[in-house]
Antibody, heavy 123, light 110 residues
């Protein structure tokens, strides 16, 4: 059974870079059938897709976050990572990682999801 | 990209059926058959309930069904049960090679 687990600091200072890692277990991140991505949810608000990556390193990003986001993959560790630069209080959210099913290069749906990790942006 | 439009809340009594709508544009919902629906209970991660407009993953009750007409997708839950009370989100692939979510709908079982 595939499982995903987010890890990283729970507190980040304004203007700094948020860094999270997602560790995949129970399956290979190098599968040709999936992308791997990040979604966030501010407290009490809805879901926002951040971006996703293929095992080869090909990426898709949310146009509204693209200038601040970098997603990378480490196939040797079966992990992928998120970096979000120049954070503000508006970036405070629960950050989820998830497997993205695809058809050719089109993203279809997310399943399963990690349990999520709360990142607070505050000095 | 703009979020897909969902009603903020819906409600129904046990045993009844409810429908949640998800409205987008021809660049997302209307342009692709890659609409999915997620259920989220408080403090929990979202769970996939419907994918590719109308397909149910293994293990999801057949009380949940999905459909699409033009730029609007719908999730119908029949035979409402207390455990269905949760937030529901739709999502669609977009012409910008991205995913977009709806704002979420809070389902209350009366």
């Amino acid at each position: 059974q595939l499982q995903l687990q987010e890890s990283g600091p729970g507190l980040v200072k304004p203007s700094e870079t948020l860094s999270l890692t997602c560790t995949v277990s129970g399956g290979s991140i190098s599968s040709s059938s999936y992308y791997w991505g990040w979604i966030r949810q501010p407290p009490g608000k809805g879901l926002e897709w951040i971006g996703s990556i293929y095992y080869s390193g090909s990426t898709y990003y949310n146009p509204s976050l693209k200038s601040r986001v970098t997603i990378s993959v480490d196939t040797s560790k079966n992990q992928f990572s998120l970096k979000l630069s120049s954070v503000t209080a508006a970036d405070t959210a629960v950050y989820y990682c998830a497997r993205h099913f695809k058809y050719v290069g089109l993203l279809r749906f997310c399943d399963p999801w990690g349990q999520g990790t709360l990142v607070t942006v505050s000095s | 990209q703009s979020a897909l439009t969902q009603p903020a809340s819906v409600s129904g009594s046990p045993g009844q059926s409810i429908t949640i709508s998800c409205t987008g544009t021809s660049s997302d919902v209307g342009g692709y058959n890659y609409v999915s629906w997620y259920q989220q209970h408080p403090g929990k991660a979202p769970k996939l309930m419907i994918y590719d407009v109308s397909n149910r993953p293994s293990g999801v009750s057949n009380r949940f069904s999905g459909s699409k007409s033009g730029n609007t997708a719908s999730l119908t839950i029949s035979g409402l049960q207390a455990e269905d009370e949760a937030d529901y989100y739709c999502s669609s692939y977009t012409s910008s090679s991205s995913l977009v979510f709806g704002g979420g709908t809070k389902l209350t079982v009366l």
